[in-house]
Nanobody, 123 residues
Framework: QVQLVESGGGLVQTGDSLRLSCAAS????????LGWFRQAPGKEREFVAA????????HYTDSVKGRFTISRDNGKNTVYLQMNTLRPEDTAVYYC????????????????WGRGTQVTVSS
């Protein structure tokens, strides 16, 4: 069965960096677009970043542009989210998701989801 397992979350201070990883198994990783989403308490899950199956195209929500970078290693079946200059408003559970041969900002387009990793940024 398909599994996506996130790691790398934690408690950091404003301005710090974290790198999230999401290891995938049970799918042909190189054929899937991948996305990172986040959900803060009391809020809906929102799009953060996405990357195409080839890795050549990326998209970001405006609030993380210039601070976050999504990347993938198809040889390791892993997608990453490098997060720099973290802010308290980045605090959320971060989820990775996979969509066959597609990537988008819409969470409804994604078939597979991980269980999430908590990121907490203190002020």
């Amino acid at each position: 069965q398909v599994q996506l397992v996130e790691s790398g979350g934690g408690l950091v201070q404003t301005g710090d960096s974290l790198r999230l990883s999401c290891a995938a198994s049970g799918l042909t990783f190189s054929r899937f677009g991948l996305g990172w989403f986040r959900q803060a308490p009391g809020k809906e899950r929102e799009f953060v970043a996405a990357i195409s199956a080839s890795g050549l195209t990326t998209h970001y929500t405006d609030s993380v542009k210039g601070r976050f970078t999504i990347s993938r290693d198809n040889g390791k079946n892993t997608v990453y989210l490098q997060m720099n200059t973290l802010r308290p408003e980045d605090t959320a559970v971060y989820y990775c998701a996979a969509a066959y041969s597609y990537y988008s900002r819409d969470r409804n387009d994604y078939t597979y989801w991980g269980r999430g990793t908590q990121v907490t940024v203190s002020s």
